[in-house]
């Protein structure tokens, strides 16, 4: 008799959750924005694939002060925030309402695949005053393709970028950040300049907005450019990244930083 009972109950549950997931279909899932298939980064996700060292990006920087950059003038009180694998539809939008609210630039590496399917956000970005670099056509890791390959993944992009942006980028950021003597040298004999990073928030881990605050602040110095993220592979979560900007924003104004972009604080061009 008690079995009945517990056999019954567990029926009702069952129905239960099926009328209930009609009723109320997706409820989760319709705050997601969709992810369209071309989102996927050629190179595999950032949290499988970075891990670049960091002292390989100082080594480059020392060897190559020309061309490879991580940070500028330690002596004015100038910071570069940049933000990387964007557009989408959803962070991206996002980032820009809080730089507008603000009214401060920021540099954006785009992605040549997503720029072709968010034309309007990337028109958004030059319209409000940012900077845009090159990241790719697919984001692969360029370390591991041929100089002709890896060529072929940024043209194609600054391709695109031309088409919505209105110019072509001399600013090159490498998908992971992996570069290595080789590819500085072909890059910066076709005119690019190799842009890294002295601030990494580790927003692509998908941590808090305390995290990704206090992994920024506390490593604040003069000169930074600040590595962020504007749209993640698919199933990453940058909601960190977009509810820490407004405070990171107040917080080094009020420090007397001044916001510019990648190309005025470090005194390069941003075209060619
Ligand atoms: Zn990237």
Redesign the pocket.
């Known amino acids: 008799m008690r079995k009945r009972y517990i056999l019954g109950a567990l029926a009702l549950l069952f129905v239960g959750y099926f009328a209930f997931s009609f009723l109320f279909p997706s409820s989760d899932i319709a705050k997601k924005p969709l992810v369209p298939k071309q989102f996927d980064?050629a190179g595999g996700p950032?949290r499988e694939n970075r891990g670049f060292p960091q002292r390989e990006i100082i080594d480059l920087a020392s060897e190559y002060p020309d061309v490879f950059f991580r940070q500028g003038s330690i002596k004015e009180a100038k910071v570069a925030l940049s933000f990387?694998?964007g557009p989408d539809n959803n962070y991206t939008v996002k980032i820009l309402d809080i730089l507008k609210k603000h009214n401060v630039p920021a540099t954006f590496?785009v992605?040549g695949s997503r720029c072709e399917l968010y034309p309007e956000v990337v028109e958004r970005m030059v319209k409000e005053g940012h900077r845009l670099g090159n990241?790719t056509y697919s984001?692969p890791n360029i370390i591991k393709l041929s100089n002709r390959e890896a060529l072929k993944e940024v043209t194609k992009a600054e391709k695109i970028i031309k088409k919505y942006a209105g110019y072509t980028p001399v600013l090159f950021r490498s998908?992971?950040g992996s570069l290595d003597r080789e590819k500085v040298e072909f890059f910066r004999d076709k005119g690019y300049k190799l842009i890294s990073w002295n601030i990494d928030s580790l927003d692509w881990k998908g941590l808090s907005a305390a995290e990704v605050k206090t992994n920024i602040l506390e490593n604040m110095q003069q000169g930074s450019i600040i590595l962020q993220?504007s749209a993640g592979g698919p199933g990453e979560d940058l909601s960190g990244t977009v509810e820490a900007l407004d405070n990171i924003i107040r917080v080094l104004k009020k420090d007397g930083y001044k916001f510019v972009t990648v190309d005025e604080l470090l005194g390069i061009p941003y075209k060619k």
């Open positions: 980064l950032e990387d694998d590496f992605i990241h984001h998908p992971y993220h």
